[in-house]
């Protein structure tokens, strides 16, 4: 049998991991196994962060919709709990895009909650 070698695979491989490293610092965009270390904390920081994300963004709109609420003399805990006795099922992404944008659908629903 011939001897096979792994030139073409090798290159490919290696080509592929720095086209992802380009323009991190220095040698960790230029020498592969620099750059494969590099490339797999950044590929466990960005599964790490996508969860991170949801997590901010939902503190976001809570502190959001505290501050609408307590602009009308009410707390973000009595909102929730008013929407719930209500049977109105709303989430936080759309009640915080509510306070900012419009205003007067926010007021109808912090009344809704108060009637409960």
Known sequence: ????????ASRRRKKRVLK?????WGDRSKQFQQARRTLLHALVYAYR???????????LWIVRINAACRQSGMTYSQLINGLKKA???IDRKILADLA???TQAF???LEIAKGK
């Open 100 to 102: 900012v944008t419009d």
């Open 49 to 59: 962060d996508r969860k991170n994300k949801k997590r901010l963004s939902r503190k």
């Open 1 to 8: 049998m011939a001897k096979v070698k792994h030139s073409v």
């Open 20 to 24: 992802k490293a380009k323009g991190y």
């Open 107 to 109: 007021k109808k629903l």
């Open 87 to 89: 049977k109105v099922s």
